[in-house]
């Protein structure tokens, strides 16, 4: 069949809430996608930085092969081992104490809601709490979610969402502390902004949250769903600041593929928060995923995957300084490790649909950023390959 037709179908049947570039794709190998008509891609979204071990990694196809033969759900009514091994792992590598597995980060944001708020209820009997998010931030699509992200665009149409919910100002401070009241149960945010164009944390911001948080009895929770599982050169962005949230969501990268999302707590945030009843999925945190979870975590510290991403990071930002010094209209590079944001003044879908043409996929994040989030594997030779197909991209321009 043509790639026309499969579109045409798509089209047909699907939901229209994507407008997705006309590309079919059918399989992958290493950091390589090939579509339908054999053409070959080379991928520097990771399908929105989920893909941290490439395309059939052997060893991960095999144990979620293995693990299909032998249990794929049970409900959490029973344990099961496989789920029991990976918040091991996950906790190891988080240095946090109580994981609960969902399907998605979206959920993972609302099950972190939801915590704050019981542990807040717990502490001063009453409901009616508030939760400070920032302008700018992206935390899902979910009606809880939808509610901490600061961005009229995706909120207007489904008001009213939660309420209780104030926006401050990103690496503003200030603009924190003065939201701050008696009702404030917990603070949110991106330790890297992502949808809203590539911004890291700043050190003094990330630091002053926290103690805003410890002076007040409010939790800080750390939205990592994006920027987490190795991507920025430690396993998860905090790790960089000396911090530790109180709560912390994670997905994409987590399954690498699967859909698996979690949120992860201190002791002292589970004991007074979420009890048998507050809280629960069908799907979440079966054998399947808990597989998945369990194989990316094992490969990644096995692999050095976290020394790897910071040995390539120079490397990759000095590539993406030199395009950004050679074309005007391109105006900034920010990022951390394998998570680059490149600023442009000319249209960045027009950029990433022309890429395509070139065999490169790129994605954006904002109005004005082209976002680079390719798998944790990648070497010298593909930074090159990007930067030669985007040259071409941009030279037309």
């Known amino acids: 069949m043509k790639k026309e037709s499969y579109i045409q179908k798509a089209e047909e049947a699907l939901l229209h809430t994507y407008n997705r570039y006309p590309l079919v794709l059918d399989h992958g190998e290493g950091v390589y996608l090939y579509d339908t008509d054999g053409n070959e891609y080379l ?21 979620l092969k293995e693990q299909a033969d032998k249990l794929l759900h049970t409900s959490n009514l029973y344990y099961n081992v496989p789920i029991m091994n990976a918040a091991e792992r996950l906790k190891k590598a988080s240095g946090m104490d109580r994981v609960f597995f969902t399907n998605s980060g979206t959920e993972a944001v609302e099950g972190a809601i939801k915590a704050a708020k019981k542990y807040a209820y717990t502490r001063d009997g009453h409901a009616g709490h508030e939760v400070i998010a920032m302008n700018q931030s992206f935390h899902g699509r979910s009606i809880g979610a939808l509610s901490v992200t600061g961005n009229q665009h995706y909120q207007q149409p489904f008001e009213p ?13 200030e603009s924190v502390a003065s939201l701050v009241n008696e009702k404030t149960c917990a603070i949110i945010f991106e330790t890297v902004q992502g949808e809203g164009g590539i911004y890291p944390a700043d050190m003094e ?3 002053g949250v926290r103690e805003l ?10 939205d990592e769903i994006q920027c987490g599982m190795g991507r920025t050169g430690e396993m998860f962005a905090w ?17 690498c593929g699967v ?10 945030v589970a004991e007074k928060s979420l009890q048998p009843g507050d809280h629960g999925t069908t799907y979440g945190g079966n054998p399947f995923v808990g597989a998945a979870v369990d194989k990316v975590l094992e490969i990644m510290e096995r692999d050095q995957l976290v020394r790897h991403v910071k040995e390539i990071t ?14 005007d209209f391109l105006k900034a590079r920010r990022g951390m490790g394998l998570m680059q944001g490149v600023v442009s003044e000319k249209p960045v879908g027009q950029i990433a649909a022309k ?43």
Do not use: W
């Open 314 to 327: 120079p490397y990759l930002e000095q590539r993406l300084d030199e395009l950004v010094e050679k074309y």
């Open 43 to 63: 991928d520097f979204a990771a399908g929105i930085a989920v893909q941290a071990l490439g395309y059939h990694h052997e060893e991960y196809t095999k144990a």
């Open 205 to 207: 911001f990330i630091k």
């Open 161 to 173: 969402l939660m309420p209780g919910v104030k926006f401050a100002e990103f690496n503003q401070l």
């Open 355 to 397: 890429a395509i043409e070139k065999g490169l996929l790129i994605i954006t994040a904002g109005s004005d950023v082209l976002r680079l989030v390719p798998p944790l594997i990648i070497e010298k030779n593909h930074v090159d390959e990007m930067l030669q197909k985007l040259d071409s991209v941009l030279a037309e321009l």
């Open 213 to 222: 948080c410890d002076q007040h009895d409010i939790l800080l929770i750390l």
């Open 259 to 268: 859909p698996v999302g979690a949120f992860l707590m201190t002791e002292k």
């Open 239 to 255: 790790q960089h600041y000396g911090v530790k949230p109180d709560i912390m969501t994670s997905a994409k990268a987590l399954g």
